[in-house]
């Protein structure tokens, strides 16, 4: 990430504001990216980048006249470009933003838009997965970035059935410990639907059911989830677990899910050169 962000973001488009720790996030992503990208060039014919959730293109950190690249920009901006990516995000101005912010900054990369919710449009978006075959081999990255807990296992379910690897941001902390009462004793089926399943709650009642632990439980819990999909185990201290610079308040877990040890090995590379130092310089 440059010091000081990208100016360029301030471009007069819808730019969100996100908080300072978000660098992080972003930091962490964009060294994935780039090591996925390029270490899987030659492995695959061709090597596709799927985001859920994509956001404007850029966002600005509260207060300040910081810039920052949101996760698509940052995965077209990488030195071996992906062959085709598939942006899908709910909120049509946020999304005509990221079209013309794409325009400028990597008007030759093949990129398809997807404007709806992500678990809606789930078909769309697999149709738009290419084809493999014995001489095309095609392999994904795909990135969930919510904004709560929110995920849909379904919608992960279906693009599992893919040869894909997931970098997923699991939220749990803003909505673990807010509605926490509503989720465990509750109607509430946000978090069934988030795990795949409803055994969580016994499994939750058996180990004692201390409040302080529930987020740590779901991060977890969708790690076990993704095991019955032939993921690979990625216990919490394989999580990049991120903090607010506020409070110091846990907010998240950032994860990856592959079924290939090497995307671990990737993934480890980041996890030792993340820190949380805010405008680190790859
Ligand atoms: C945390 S932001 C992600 C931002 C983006 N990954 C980035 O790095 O800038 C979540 C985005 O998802 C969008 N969104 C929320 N629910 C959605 C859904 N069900 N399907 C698609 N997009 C959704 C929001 O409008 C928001 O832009």
Redesign the pocket.
């Known amino acids: 990430m440059e010091p000081g962000g990208f100016p360029e973001g301030n471009d007069g488009l819808p730019c969100?504001e996100v908080r300072r720790w978000a660098e992080t996030k972003y930091r962490l992503i964009g060294l994935y990216d780039k090591l996925f990208a390029t270490g899987m060039k030659k492995k695959w014919d061709q090597r596709v980048y799927i985001?859920?959730?994509?956001?404007a293109g850029y966002?600005r950190i509260a207060g300040t006249n910081t810039f920052l690249k949101?996760?698509p920009l940052i995965a077209l901006t990488v030195e071996d470009p992906f062959d085709k990516y598939i942006f899908?995000?709910?909120?049509p101005e946020?999304l005509q933003a990221l079209r013309t912010r794409v325009k400028r900054i990597a008007p030759m990369a093949n990129v398809v838009y997807i404007q709806g919710?992500?678990?809606a449009e789930i078909d769309k978006i697999c149709a738009e997965i290419p084809k493999a075959s014995a001489n095309n081999k095609v392999l994904s990255l795909c990135?969930v970035?919510?904004?709560d807990f929110g995920i849909k296992f379904e919608t992960i379910r279906r693009l599992s059935k893919y040869f894909m690897d997931f970098l997923v941001l699991l939220a749990v902390g803003m909505d673990a410990g807010r509605n926490y009462d509503h989720y465990v004793d509750g109607n509430s089926t946000k978090i069934d639907e988030a795990l795949g399943n409803t055994a969580w709650r016994d499994r939750w009642r058996a180990i004692g059911t201390r409040k302080g632990e529930f987020r740590q439980f779901l991060a977890t819990e969708f790690s076990s989830s993704m095991e019955s999909l032939q993921y690979l185990k990625s216990p919490l201290d394989r999580m990049k677990q991120v903090r607010s610079d506020e409070k110091n308040l846990h907010l998240y877990y950032l994860a990856l899910f592959s079924r290939h040890v090497r995307a671990y090995e990737f993934w480890d590379d980041v996890l030792k050169y993340s820190t949380d130092q805010t405008g680190f310089n790859w």
């Open positions: 969100p985001d859920l959730y994509s956001g966002s949101g996760s899908c995000e709910e909120d946020l919710d992500c678990d990135m970035d919510p904004f």
